[in-house]
C-alpha cells in the first residue's frame, strides 16, 4: 500500500530541495531498500516535466567491489562518474543502511584510498550542481534509534517534512550574528574551546541540501582554533562507531585525540592528510523534533540544543576556510542540560545555554517557536 507521506516528501525533495525545473535531469541514487521512495520520485520527476536517472545500490555488493579495490580501479570509476555526472543538473541521494557494519572489514587502506580518488566527483556534486541528502526507514536504522520500524518510519517522516520554509525564517538572525562574529568560546563538561569564526560565511540549512535539516553552518579561521572539546555522541566513521571522543587542538590542529575505545582507529582516521587534523566546519543545530542521538549524522548533527565541530574538509565556496582533507567528520556535542549542558559565547556575549537561545532575537529558533 501506498503511503501517502512518501509522495508528499518525494514532492519536497524535488520542488523545494532542489528546486528542479521542467527539462532539467535528475539522477535518483539510492539503496535498493528505498524503492518505495525511488518510484515516488520517478513519478513526480516525470510530474514535474523533468527526466529522472537512477542508480540502485546494494550494500553487499559494494563490500565485495571495495575489498578488492585498486587505485587504478577507482580512478576509472571517477573518470566514469565526472563524465556521467557533468550532464546531470539535481541529485537525490537515498541511504538506507541494510547494516551499519557492512564495511567494517574493509581494510582502512582502501576506505582512504577511494575517499581520496574518488573526491573530485563528491566537489562536483556539492559545489556545481543541485543536490540533497536524507536517510530512507529501514530495520538498521529503527534498531540504532532504539524504536520499532513502525515508530522509526513516523519519527523519520515527522521529522522530514516539518515546516522548514518557517525554520528557514528564524535562522536569518542567527546568520546575521554569525557573520558579525570574530571570537567563539565553547564550555562544558570536558570542554573549553575558543577560535575565530571572523569573515566566514554563515549558511542557513532548512531544507534544501539535507532532509531532515535544521543547522546554520560556518568555518572556523584555519589556525584559530585552541583548546579541547569532549563530544558526547556516538560518533560513527566506516563501520566502526567511537564514543566519547576528546580533542585537543593548538593553532588550528589536532595535537591529541582520544575515545573510549579504538583510539589506534582514531588516530588513522585523522593521519588521513594533512586537512585531517584541522576543522572545515562549525554549525549549530536547531531541529525541534531530534532530541537524541540515534547513531546517523544525518539526524545526529540536526539535534536540538547540539553544535558540531567537524575535522576535515571545508565547503568549497561556501564558508570556506581553505581546508581541503578526504575526510569530513560531523562530531557532535549535545549541550541541554540533561546531556551536561554547556555554553557557547560569541565575542564574550552568551548567546545559548544549555542548549536554548538567550538573545531575545534568537529565541524564535527555541524548538517552541519552530513547530
Given at each position: 500500500?501506498?503511503?501517502?507521506?512518501?509522495?508528499?516528501?518525494?514532492?519536497?525533495?524535488?520542488?523545494?530541495?532542489?528546486?528542479?525545473?521542467?527539462?532539467?535531469?535528475?539522477?535518483?541514487?539510492?539503496?535498493?531498500?528505498?524503492?518505495?521512495?525511488?518510484?515516488?520520485?520517478?513519478?513526480?520527476?516525470?510530474?514535474?516535466?523533468?527526466?529522472?536517472?537512477?542508480?540502485?545500490?546494494?550494500?553487499?555488493?559494494?563490500?565485495?567491489?571495495?575489498?578488492?579495490?585498486?587505485?587504478?580501479?577507482?580512478?576509472?570509476?571517477?573518470?566514469?562518474?565526472?563524465?556521467?555526472?557533468?550532464?546531470?543538473?539535481?541529485?537525490?541521494?537515498?541511504?538506507?543502511?541494510?547494516?551499519?557494519?557492512?564495511?567494517?572489514?574493509?581494510?582502512?587502506?582502501?576506505?582512504?584510498?577511494?575517499?581520496?580518488?574518488?573526491?573530485?566527483?563528491?566537489?562536483?556534486?556539492?559545489?556545481?550542481?543541485?543536490?540533497?541528502?536524507?536517510?530512507?526507514?529501514?530495520?538498521?536504522?529503527?534498531?540504532?534509534?532504539?524504536?520499532?520500524?513502525?515508530?522509526?518510519?513516523?519519527?523519520?517522516?515527522?521529522?522530514?517534512?516539518?515546516?522548514?520554509?518557517?525554520?528557514?525564517?528564524?535562522?536569518?538572525?542567527?546568520?546575521?550574528?554569525?557573520?558579525?562574529?570574530?571570537?567563539?568560546?565553547?564550555?562544558?563538561?570536558?570542554?573549553?574551546?575558543?577560535?575565530?569564526?571572523?569573515?566566514?560565511?554563515?549558511?542557513?540549512?532548512?531544507?534544501?541540501?539535507?532532509?531532515?535539516?535544521?543547522?546554520?553552518?560556518?568555518?572556523?579561521?584555519?589556525?584559530?582554533?585552541?583548546?579541547?572539546?569532549?563530544?558526547?555522541?556516538?560518533?560513527?566513521?566506516?563501520?566502526?562507531?567511537?564514543?566519547?571522543?576528546?580533542?585537543?587542538?593548538?593553532?588550528?590542529?589536532?595535537?591529541?585525540?582520544?575515545?573510549?575505545?579504538?583510539?589506534?582507529?582514531?588516530?588513522?582516521?585523522?593521519?588521513?592528510?594533512?586537512?585531517?587534523?584541522?576543522?572545515?566546519?562549525?554549525?549549530?543545530?536547531?531541529?525541534?523534533?531530534?532530541?537524541?542521538?540515534?547513531?546517523?549524522?544525518?539526524?545526529?548533527?540536526?539535534?536540538?540544543?547540539?553544535?558540531?565541530?567537524?575535522?576535515?574538509?571545508?565547503y568549497e565556496g561556501e564558508a570556506d576556510n581553505g581546508n581541503r582533507s578526504a575526510i569530513h567528520w560531523d562530531l557532535v556535542l549535545i549541550q541541554r542540560e540533561e546531556y551536561g549542558g554547556g555554553s557557547i559565547y560569541f565575542d564574550d556575549v552568551l548567546i545559548r545555554e544549555n542548549g536554548r537561545f538567550v538573545l531575545p532575537e534568537l529565541e524564535c529558533l527555541n524548538p517552541e517557536n519552530l513547530i
Amino acid at each position: 500500500m501506498r503511503d501517502p507521506r512518501l509522495e508528499k516528501l518525494a514532492k519536497t525533495l524535488l520542488e523545494y530541495s532542489n528546486k528542479v525545473e521542467a527539462g532539467q535531469h535528475v539522477l535518483i541514487k539510492g539503496n535498493i531498500l528505498a524503492k518505495p521512495l525511488i518510484k515516488e520520485l520517478i513519478k513526480h520527476t516525470y510530474r514535474i516535466g523533468a527526466y529522472p536517472h537512477t542508480e540502485i545500490l546494494d550494500d553487499e555488493i559494494g563490500r565485495e567491489l571495495s575489498l578488492g579495490n585498486t587505485e587504478e580501479r577507482m580512478e576509472k570509476v571517477t573518470g566514469w562518474n565526472l563524465e556521467k555526472y557533468k550532464d546531470i543538473d539535481a541529485f537525490i541521494s537515498v541511504f538506507a543502511d541494510e547494516n551499519d557494519s557492512e564495511y567494517s572489514d574493509v581494510p582502512t587502506e582502501i576506505k582512504v584510498m577511494q575517499a581520496r580518488v574518488g573526491r573530485p566527483v563528491s566537489n562536483l556534486i556539492v559545489n556545481t550542481k543541485q543536490w540533497v541528502l536524507l536517510n530512507y526507514p529501514t530495520p538498521s536504522l529503527a534498531q540504532k534509534a532504539k524504536m520499532s520500524l513502525e515508530q522509526f518510519e513516523d519519527f523519520l517522516l515527522d521529522v522530514c517534512l516539518v515546516d522548514y520554509s518557517k525554520m528557514n525564517e528564524a535562522m536569518k538572525n542567527l546568520k546575521a550574528l554569525m557573520e558579525r562574529t570574530d571570537k567563539v568560546h565553547i564550555t562544558g563538561p570536558g570542554t573549553d574551546l575558543t577560535f575565530s569564526i571572523k569573515g566566514l560565511q554563515a549558511i542557513p540549512c532548512a531544507g534544501d541540501c539535507n532532509i531532515p535539516d535544521g543547522e546554520v553552518f560556518t568555518a572556523p579561521v584555519r589556525e584559530s582554533v585552541n583548546g579541547i572539546i569532549q563530544y558526547n555522541t556516538p560518533s560513527p566513521y566506516q563501520g566502526t562507531v567511537f564514543n566519547n571522543v576528546k580533542l585537543e587542538f593548538k593553532d588550528g590542529k589536532i595535537i591529541n585525540a582520544t575515545a573510549d575505545n579504538d583510539v589506534e582507529r582514531l588516530n588513522e582516521i585523522f593521519n588521513t592528510d594533512e586537512g585531517a587534523r584541522y576543522v572545515g566546519e562549525f554549525a549549530i543545530g536547531v531541529n525541534p523534533l531530534i532530541k537524541h542521538p540515534m547513531g546517523d549524522i544525518l539526524f545526529d548533527e540536526k539535534i536540538d540544543g547540539s553544535l558540531h565541530f567537524t575535522p576535515g574538509q571545508a565547503y568549497e565556496g561556501e564558508a570556506d576556510n581553505g581546508n581541503r582533507s578526504a575526510i569530513h567528520w560531523d562530531l557532535v556535542l549535545i549541550q541541554r542540560e540533561e546531556y551536561g549542558g554547556g555554553s557557547i559565547y560569541f565575542d564574550d556575549v552568551l548567546i545559548r545555554e544549555n542548549g536554548r537561545f538567550v538573545l531575545p532575537e534568537l529565541e524564535c529558533l527555541n524548538p517552541e517557536n519552530l513547530i
